[in-house]
């Protein structure tokens, strides 16, 4: 005979058994109040939203009765002039066309209807008095009015503003426009919310749902039921023995069943003051009921697993403690090799500062070099101005001591133009040959073209070169200023190199933009690059210049400066034709729509 099993045992499953029930309970109550709190407040977004949309209709026509009221044929119709009425009415079916009214009509003080966009139909309002109606009313008491009802005449549901008609400070009649709202109902049947508009008496008047059209909310008083009478609100609709469709309460319940399957749906409500409406608004909580299931079956089956697993790991224990030796061995090797990768990384981090500081130094080498290689033309500018500047003085005071002022103004002026030169000289060399970090930023190609080009343009007018600058279009590139500005003069140094003893000496230089990339050219008309040396042109330190004329680093850092800066520098060259060298580097307008 098979022996029970411990009470112990037993007490501990129904424990568990007891624990899970609870935590499907908690998860499931958690899920449908979280679930009530998100349908509920979606809903009052989607009334206000709806809110918003009534109000929008009735006011895009709340100018209208006014305008109407302004016309002269409508003044004339009221007045009575002969003929007047048929332009009147003509007038107001164009209106109605034009701005898509249901209906237009004017009235007398005493309700007495003189002129219709409908006048030529079966249900023309013309000769019909319509003064019962609380917007005519208001219209003659505060100079406008705003009514929800159903057509006496056309039988038809609709939105009435109204204004009053006035000449010389009198009124004469009253303006009217009838909004049409089936729209409205339209656009609600189709939502995927359940939506009912009440007015102050709490009838609905305009709803998706059609078993609840022209019913009450709650049971009606008899002084609304008179009221609506009087004023033939619902004209033709017994709201006397209409069943209210939350019995005889004042407020809204929290939940409904709605439809022919019964469904629970949750209801909320917001207020449209103008009118005295409500706007109530109804979702199904199938979907939260349904979710609330799932999440408390999940919780469920998570209480299981989480039981099984805790069996599992209780059998599995002494296995586990068999290995924790293991396991601490293999953590210390990993912590050793983790110290040695972040010995690596410290070195390699080192490293990679020191070959930054290292480039940083070559760049700044380059920088003078460059500098050095044209000192000699650099001095003749600066130089040959101050001679000049010294003769010129010397005129201006013997001119002055004669007691020429106005001519020894004029040798001032012309020495102050020379002494800007040379400031302009010497700030042009400051600037290039400072320090500066390579941070990217918008430059313009045009100005570092020119600013390499004056540098270069000594050595250039004292080796007879010229300089052709292409028209150069308004681009800018991202990189820093100064280094390419390096990176042009160091081309524009080489290619003076290279046109040194060739007849017609020239220098061309272009820029413009492709696919997002602008490309500087510098060309030349020198002989070449020898094929075999071509490989190596970049290469650092090397020259085929004699020693003590160049580093060889000029091409090699110019190719890092630009790399930085995500671009490229590369050449033609054809012997005998010249060469071509191609600076590359992106747009700035394209790396600030790259990152937008």
Known sequence: MKKPPPLGRITILAAIALAIAAATLSAWLAASETGRRGLQTTLDDELQVLARSVESEIERFRYLPAVVGRDGRIVAALTGGTGAAAGANRYLAEVRDDTRADELYVMTPDGLTVAASNHDEETSF???????????QDALAKGEGRYYAVGVTTRKPGYFLSSAVRQNGSVIGVAVVKVDMAGIEAAWRNSSIFAVLADSDGVVFLTGHAPWKYRPLHALSDTALDDIARTRKYDGVDLATATPIFGDGTGLPADTAIGADAQSHILRSIAI???GWRLIGARSLAPIQTSALLVAGMAALAGMLACSIGFYLRQRRQLVRAKLNEHDRLERRVEERTAELHREVEDRRRAEEELRATQATLIQTAKLAA??????????????????LENTLATAGVLAERGEAGAAGGKMQAAREMARRIQRTVKLLRSFARKEPGAREPVSVERSIAEAV??????????????VIEPVPALTVMANAVRLEQVVLNLLVNALDAVSGTEDPAIQISAAERDGMV???????????????????????????????????????????????????????EEGQGSTFVVSLPAAAAVREAAE
């Open 126 to 136: 013309v000769g019909r008095n319509y003064r019962f109606r609380p917007y005519f």
């Open 273 to 275: 003051p103008a009118d």
């Open 371 to 388: 500098l050095g290689r044209m000192s000699a033309a650099i001095v003749h500018e600066v130089s040959q101005p101050l001679s000049a």
């Open 454 to 467: 004056e540098l270069a343009r000594h050595r250039a007018d004292q080796d007879g070169v010229g300089i």
């Open 519 to 573: 490309e500087i050219r510098v060309h030349d008309n020198g002989p070449g690059i020898p094929a075999e040396l071509r490989e190596r042109i970049a290469e650092p330190f090397f020259t085929t210049k004699q020693t003590g004329e160049g580093l060889g680093l000029g091409l090699s850092i110019s190719r890092a400066i630009v790399g930085e800066f995500g671009g490229a520098l590369t050449f033609e060259s």
